[in-house]
């Protein structure tokens, strides 16, 4: 999913680490809804920079996996 989509729902990750399941998620990060910036550009298109990578932490999840990000 893109960092947008998941800035918008991917803490319902939460509910799975909940129940003790270890989904497999790959974060696109682009800065932002790229194919809202296909129809229309502007600046209401980027979105916050998260460290996805203490995602796991703040959920109580076992453990993350990441690649190269930009936070």
Known sequence: MGDG?????GMEISTA????????LVV???GGYETERLIVNGPFNDVS??????????IGARQG???ADRG
């Open 5 to 9: 989509s998941f800035q918008m729902t």
């Open 17 to 24: 680490a909940r129940y003790g399941l270890s989904p497999t």
């Open 28 to 30: 696109i990060n682009n």
């Open 49 to 58: 920079v998260w460290t996805y990578r203490n995602i796991t932490e703040v």
């Open 65 to 67: 996996i990441f690649g």
